[in-house]
């Protein structure tokens, strides 16, 4: 796994529609947007920010965790508003004994259905098989959550199976997880 493709310098990654690239302090009413609203957290380990002050934090936490090589955050943004936060792909849990590592999305409510989680995996999973040169990548979903399992499965991961009862995400309690997986001999086929 080449870690330094990821966290030598922040990568920059595009497609005709969309490119991928660092949440910065000036998109904090996009990232509020997205963190305040509960529906876009509903299937997540993650709990809603109603306070914007604890949003600014947020954004310099991404550099944070970035710094330290834990975790990556991507905003994702239309090539025609370049600057319109639509939503954010990340990849974390890095694991380099066995070159694996996990990946999440979401997106603003107001681009919900629109095929873009779609493509941001796919841009991100280019990235991940190809520069990174990852030999797994993995999701965890949450049963009910079937948007972002079709996501996935249009991305040609497969559900490995369900974790029952096996995480305990904030807000949610102890819950169940699918795994979703693909390996790089899977990939492009």
């Known amino acids: ?39 876009v957290f509903a299937y997540c380990g993650i709990i809603p920010k109603h306070k914007k002050e604890t949003v600014k934090n947020m954004i310099g936490h ?4 970035y710094q330290k ?8 943004f239309a090539n025609d508003q370049p600057d ?7 990849a974390f ?4 004994k066995v070159s694996m590592v996990t990946v ?3 997106l ?31 999701a965890e979903v949450m049963p009910p959550n079937e948007p972002s399992k079709r996501v996935l499965l249009k991305n040609g ?13 904030s807000g949610k309690g102890i819950v169940d997880l699918e795994i979703f997986g693909m390996l790089k001999e899977e990939y492009g086929r």
């Open 1 to 39: 796994m080449n870690i330094e493709a990821v966290f030598g310098e922040f990568p920059i990654l595009k497609s005709d529609r969309f490119v991928l690239k660092k949440i910065e302090d000036h998109h904090l009413d996009d990232v509020f947007d997205i963190y305040s609203n509960d529906k």
């Open 62 to 65: 991404f550099e944070r965790d």
């Open 69 to 76: 090589k834990a975790r990556i955050k991507w905003g994702i």
């Open 84 to 90: 319109r936060l639509l939503g954010i792909i990340e």
């Open 93 to 96: 849990d890095f694991q380099q």
């Open 104 to 106: 999440g999305y979401f």
């Open 108 to 138: 603003a409510e107001a681009h919900w259905g629109k095929g873009i989680a779609t493509e941001a995996v796919k841009i991100l999973l280019h990235f991940l098989f190809t520069e990174v040169n990852v030999n797994r990548v993995q």
């Open 157 to 169: 991961f497969v559900k490995e199976g369900t974790l029952r009862q096996a995480a305990l995400w």
